[in-house]
């Protein structure tokens, strides 16, 4: 159990000594209990799931002043109601919680990330859903049209990279694995069209550009100085994923509005 105020950085820090890492990465410098609270999600939620998949129980207070505990180390509970989930995604309202049992991962014997880049957003987007459906195991995969790509080269200096839609996608496993789903997914890549794959299995370059990523928010907000970002989620089934993302591009043009 861990106390709500501790950040998912200061946990994985702890964890990394001990081969284990906490994978829910909103993206953010959030705590666990603000996590939970939400239910956050993030870029890692593909394989490992969200905060929701990730929590075994909690210690909460109700409003009441009384103090209960959910969920525990078993992994299958089959009578009442599951508290865990209910508590999760309230945002304070049932609850406050005060203690977190998380479940942990060993961290991947090897990993590597690949930046794939093409010539219209549609293209990316039928290879997000060719992957999904595919069943590959990808550790991570996110899109950036051109307006959040040029935002990120300007802000994180992502040199080397043009300003067209583009993937960032992540692999996980043993060096076996990683070599095959990289090589699977950049056939299915190819397939749509993609103008460049390019690999990077060193975790410095990794972290850079998993860090332009983070940074996205902030280097949008900077392409245009004087104006305020609005983020929003939405959930779409993933056979409509491409008509969501184009239109949704559309309309910000048609409206004046830069889509990142």
């Given at each position: 159990l861990i106390?709500?105020?501790?950040?998912?950085?200061?946990?994985n820090a702890f964890l990394r000594d001990k081969g284990m890492f906490f994978p829910v990465d909103p993206g953010s410098h959030c705590t666990i209990g603000g996590m939970c609270a939400t239910r956050a999600s993030g870029t890692t939620a593909v394989r490992y799931g969200t905060i929701r998949e990730n929590v075994l129980g909690?210690?909460?207070?109700?409003?009441?002043?009384?103090?209960i505990e959910t969920g525990g180390r078993t992994r299958k509970e089959s009578n009442g109601y599951d508290l865990t989930r209910l508590f999760i995604g309230s945002e304070g309202t049932l609850g406050v919680i005060t203690k977190v049992r998380r479940r942990r991962h060993g961290i991947p014997e090897a990993g590597s990330a690949a930046v794939c880049q093409y010539p219209t957003l549609e293209a990316a987007v039928e290879t997000v859903i060719t992957v999904m459906q595919s069943g590959i195991p990808v550790a991570r995969i996110e899109l950036l049209d051109e307006d959040?790509?040029?935002?990120?080269?300007?802000?994180?200096?992502?040199?080397?990279f043009a300003a067209t839609p583009t993937l960032f996608l992540e692999f996980h496993g043993s060096p076996a694995a990683v070599r095959d789903q990289a090589e699977a997914v950049e056939a299915i890549a190819r397939d749509f069209g993609a103008a460049s794959f390019a690999w990077a299995t060193e975790a410095e370059e990794r972290n850079r550009l998993w860090q332009?990523?983070?940074?996205?928010?902030?280097?949008?907000?900077?392409?245009?100085?004087?104006?305020r970002g609005l983020t929003t989620d939405v959930c779409v089934p993933i056979s409509r994923l491409a008509e969501a993302v184009v239109g949704a591009q559309r309309t910000a043009r048609e409206r004046g509005r830069t889509s990142c």
């Open positions: 106390e709500p105020g501790v950040t998912r950085q200061a946990l909690l210690e909460v207070v109700l409003a009441d002043g009384r103090v959040q790509m040029e935002a990120c080269i300007r802000y994180s200096k992502l040199s080397g332009a990523r983070h940074d996205a928010y902030w280097a949008a907000v900077a392409l245009k100085p004087g104006h």
